[in-house]
């Protein structure tokens, strides 16, 4: 049944993800295309300012995509679970945790797929930028050669392989954004309890939870941070030290709020369905 | 046989209004065509959507087949909300792949040659239907179950006479004898003729439950008229 519903719930995302990420293709051609006659002729005034304004088009383009993918899967998951829809999808002979699955990982998918566009974004807009300040410069060459540059600093501060601290970063990462989307899973079942005012009481119920977060964060990340900073005397050691135990105490913070958030919204969702 | 439907001391309130169902018992045998009939606001829909495990009740319990409401019981449950549920941007065929993903139970031929009868073409999408049209789409999905009960809120309300006589004589030719419908209107007089039984409710209990021949024989009326006697204002 997980799999009937993950199919049907791609089914009814994928054209809102994919416009968006076409839109976000769009704004970056046309940021290229911007960019470069704004260099070419950099003696032209009206070119000018339509580079700049080109370029705050393109960075509000970014923060807007990035917010409304994820506004767009908490409609979808309010829509079809606790809307008019709901009468339907909770009458199915599945369970809360498949619902609540189907949904999270179509969440994450889209936005993964779409974070891989704006990065590749981001680069080909910098690449082109380069390329069409100075054609002869071999940008490639010029980026691992600063990396080589910074490399070893990297290193020494991160204090462990190099392939280890990205792949757990990237994990942290993955991580964080399933706790990010299951929290407006579980504001929006909280709020679903409420006889009026459904969708008030998930945005306060979203704040009231990201409060709660964020201070548990600052209690435990933060001290964590300044003891291991006191603790080690090496000034190259302290840097690591603080580089690693705050990241990775804010991914298991978020790891732990995680599952939180998800057993909020399935207990919620089995035992305080209000469908009124 | 056990009874299809179990409900003890079931009560539902919700939060800062009136009790909408008051310590309710029923039990609602295999084999029948149940109106359940009532006012507004007398509690049917409250009822309903508690057997369907769309509201948690306050007190007490619902047994459908013996399992109290989830995937078990779903499975066995046909339900045709007031809403309408369909997505919009999916076409008729897609909601009846739909339905015969989730609902081992499902008939798409039976379906398909409900649409045709009613003229609704399956390449259309649901958002390009009118209501009225939605209703029925809703209507053939849940009847081309094979459950073993089927819940119809209102399932005629807003159906133009014509389809509404297509969709009662569907409804009797093509649930099997062991099944049940309970179906929920307060059109009487429309579908008194399919009727065994009924069940009268009023503020969240139950005031009656007879079957239409008793009514007919004993007050002498139709139930049609003996519901308006009783629920006279």
Redesign the interface.
Known sequence: ?LG?LL??EWR?SW?VIAAMNCFLILVTLLGIFSFRSTIIQSDNQALNILGVLTLIFYYLSIVVISVAVLIYMALRFYR?LYG?????M??????ASQHIISKILVAVGSYLVTLIVIILSVFSLAFSLFSAIDPTVDISGEISKGWEAVLPAIREAINMPLWLYFTLFAIGCVISLFSSVLMIYASISIGQMF?KHKVMGSILAYIGIYILEQTVMSYIALPQSISSMVNNTSEEMSLSAVLNSSFLSSFIISAIFGVGFYIVTLVLMK?????? | MENLVEIVGLTKVYEGRKLAVDNMNITIPRGKIIGLLGPNGSGKTTLIKMMNGLLTPTAGKVLINGFEPGVESKKKIAYLPEKTYLQNSMKVSEVVDFFGDFYDDFAKDRAYSMLQALKIDSTSKMKTLSKGTKEKVQLILVMSRNADLYILDEPIAGVDPAARDYILKTIITNYNENATILLSTHLISDIENILDDVIFIRDGQIILCSTVEAIREQKGKSVDAFFREVFAC
Do not use: A, F, Q, W
């Open positions: 049944m009937k199919k049907y009814s054209r079809n008019d829809e709901g009468y339907l909770h009458t199915l002979p599945v369970t006889v035992k305080k369905l209000n469908m009124d």
